[in-house]
């Protein structure tokens, strides 16, 4: 029985850092490219 409790809240806390590394990427994702729209920008009005 609480070998079943210990693997639950194993499976949860994996599922939980999961999701979270899902999210902390997706935003740095965007962070990235808006970094890379405003050099295109940049690069555009240097022309």
Request: glycine fraction near 10%; include cysteine.
């Amino acid at each position: 029985m609480k070998k079943c409790h210990t693997l639950l809240l194993l499976l949860v806390a994996a599922l939980t850092l999961g999701l979270a590394g899902c999210n902390t990427i997706a935003g740095a994702g965007q962070d990235i490219e808006s970094a890379g729209d405003a050099i295109e920008d940049a690069a555009e009005d240097a022309k």
